[in-house]
């Protein structure tokens, strides 16, 4: 689908109608000339976020002024509203690594007087937080947001946006995002327009699992829900472009569900409703689904005048993936038109673009990492530079003290001389109390390393046992094959027992290298790959195993899948690959990109059937294959390539 982002805020514009007024910037600039030092300071500090970029060049000079006299002046708070104002600035020009320390400092500092203040800064900082993808840290802000409303009803419900849903959706925490949205439904199921937000939202979730005809059911209750605010139906053209919006949604769904004729007259409402507010981006992404849906319908000609429609209103917009959408569009056009060297030609420049713009994803992910990074640098700075600043207004308030104690004669000098032998006193109780604290620390520190020392004990202590009693039970099993003459049923028990062997060498090892939760993948893998070949090696003399593994550490509950993964491939290539024949197993542990690695088995054997169908095989060793892969969130690949190959690319976090 075209729109693949939330448009929970544009659903509002019909609630945050803020529109830019002609000359704004003269009428605020003769107001805030008309106002003291102070005065001036509020004028912009309370000015809407909308007004503040395009007011601020004006005005930038005059606030330097001030703060210079401020600092002359010891004007804290004018210095500290100032402060929060430049933080805003760079927030608005989306100046994140900036901004973030700025906001960060005041709130260390006690330097934001009133809750609303505070509340906007918080709001700010998870906004920013989010925008260079520290999401940890964006969660942490919002359930902190959460907590201040709970407590103060005043604040308004607008600084949860974007919502701990949307969150956790680009966190790719799907299943969390769908049941946040519930209790955000819940919650807020009394205000029309955050339901209306809601409905629709809900619907784009649905469309992202493929599950049209719930979506379109969120779509049309979003509608349905918008109407009721206008019963008279008479509607701004901002709101004619959120139903618009809606309705391109439901579109879209109709799509999915090859309902083109259906689709067709929707996505034109949106395509009108966005040139009606000028926002030509949205109106060619839709032009360019009323292409696809033409196309669909075989009515090549009309197909043709939407694609170029779509081209020409995305020439001065910058947005790659619809770009790219529509040179894939022309090449399918043409390639359905019989114009094959055109087709060629744009699947050249298709391919093309999107490793430029694969290109710039990962540059883009490279400086959003060095941002996140300067942030925390800055933050450390902050936190030394506050240390520092206690410090010496300590220093500064023992002189001070020492000065004025030198100017006083007399009683004073006596009162003096009390004071220190008061302070003295203190200094030993002090010092005694110290003393005693450190030994009580000295003992609790103690008593926690033995009892950290007892729990590794215990843990490599289940290891162990869980070794065992792996290790009893594949006895067992191996006893119990011994006394049936089944055929399948010894096989069928063999194969248990390799997988309990593979899950008991994993305990093995980390009772050995003293490691809880964790193992080095690759140590482990080798000695299962030699454990397999030597369960088969009475029986397949002439099969050779060749691996090839980087070094990798991974916890538990990515190692186990894994290692039983391995073994059902190993074991199925022994048994059914080669017939009798020799032949080449190959175990190949690989970096992809970044956090992505590779696991491969392949084999020269004579390969999987051509009408091969994973979701149709009764293969018990391969559906334990996919059901493993899809537990870890791994991606699994099956082909012949001279012969069966298995890909299971997963992510290391």
Not at 82 to 94: P, R
Not at 99 to 120: E, G, Y
């Amino acid at each position: 689908m075209a729109k693949q982002v939330l448009i929970g805020l544009m659903l509002l514009l019909f609630v945050a109608n803020i529109k830019s007024q002609v000359g704004y910037e003269k009428k605020f600039l003769r107001f805030f000339k008309a106002q003291s030092l102070a005065g001036k300071v509020n004028a912009f500090d309370t000015l809407s976020s909308v007004y503040k970029p395009q007011c601020y060049p004006f005005i930038k000079d005059e606030l330097n002024s001030i703060r210079e006299k401020a600092i002359v002046d010891h004007k804290d708070d004018i210095l500290d509203k100032l402060t929060k104002i430049e933080g805003e600035i760079y927030f608005l020009n989306k100046n994140y690594s900036k901004a973030i320390p700025i906001f960060t400092d005041l709130l260390a500092r006690n330097k934001i007087k009133t809750l609303n203040d505070s509340v906007a800064i918080l709001y700010i900082l998870k906004n920013s937080y989010l925008s260079i993808r520290q999401l940890n840290k964006t969660v942490e802000l919002h359930r902190i947001l959460v907590g201040l409303l709970k407590r103060d009803s005043k604040i308004s419900e607008w600084v949860l946006n974007p919502r701990l849903s949307t969150i956790y959706y680009e966190m790719q925490l799907y299943k969390e995002c769908l049941d946040e949205q519930w209790q955000e439904f819940l919650e807020e199921k009394n205000s029309s327009s955050m339901f209306i937000n809601f409905c629709n939202n809900r619907g784009l979730f649905w469309a992202k699992f493929r599950n049209q005809d719930s979506a379109i059911f969120w779509f049309k209750k979003a509608k349905d829900e918008f109407y009721k605010l206008f019963p008279d139906n008479k509607l701004s053209i901002d709101n004619e472009f959120t139903v618009g919006l809606i309705e391109g949604n439901i579109g879209q769904s109709l799509m999915e569900l090859k309902q083109f004729d259906k689709a067709i007259p929707l996505l034109k409402k949106d395509v009108a409703s966005s040139k009606n507010i000028k926002n030509f981006h949205n109106a060619a992404i839709s032009q360019l689904e009323i292409s696809k849906c033409y196309l669909a319908l075989n009515k090549l000609e009309v197909s043709k005048l939407y694609l170029d429609s779509a081209k020409s209103l995305l020439v001065d917009i910058d947005d790659y993936k619809t770009q790219l959408n529509l040179i894939k569009q022309y090449a399918i056009y043409y390639d359905k038109t019989g114009a094959y060297k055109m087709a060629i030609d744009y699947y050249g420049k298709y391919i093309v673009f999107k490793d430029s713009i694969e290109s710039k994803n990962n540059l883009r992910e490279l400086l959003l990492a060095q941002v996140a990074n300067q942030v925390s640098e800055r933050e450390a700075v902050i936190t030394e530079s506050q240390k520092n600043i206690r410090e010496k207004n300590a220093e500064v308030s023992k002189q001070k003290t020492f000065r004025n104690a030198l100017i006083f004669c007399g009683l004073i000098l006596i009162i003096v001389i009390v004071f220190m032998i008061v302070q003295l006193k203190r200094a030993n109780t002090q010092k005694q109390l110290l003393e005693i604290k450190n030994k009580q620390i000295e003992t609790r520190n103690e008593i926690i390393d033995k009892s950290l020392s007892e729990k590794d004990l215990l843990i490599k202590e289940v290891h162990h046992r869980v070794k065992n009693n792996l290790q009893i039970i594949s006895s067992l099993l191996k006893l119990q094959s011994a006394k049936t003459t089944n055929l399948e049923i010894q096989n069928s028990l063999g194969e248990a027992q390799d997988r309990i062997n593979s899950m008991a060498l994993l305990h093995q090892l980390l009772y050995r290298n003293n490691q809880m939760t964790s193992l080095l993948f690759n140590e482990y893998l080798e000695s299962l790959i030699n454990q397999i070949s030597g369960s088969f090696s009475l029986t397949k003399k002439n099969i050779t195993i060749q691996s090839h593994l980087i070094e990798l550490e991974l916890d538990l509950d990515t190692a186990i899948p894994l290692g039983l993964i391995t073994n059902e491939l190993m074991s199925n290539a022994y048994k059914h690959a080669f017939n009798g024949k020799d032949g080449i197993i190959k175990v190949e542990l690989s970096k992809l990109v970044k956090n992505t690695y590779q696991l491969k088995v392949s084999d020269n054997g004579q390969g999987l059937a051509a009408d091969f169908d994973l979701t149709s095989s009764d293969s018990l060793g391969l559906d334990i294959v996919a059901i493993l892969s899809e537990q870890i969130n791994a991606e699994l690949k099956i082909y012949n390539n001279n012969g069966a190959n298995f890909e299971i690319i997963f992510k290391v976090v």
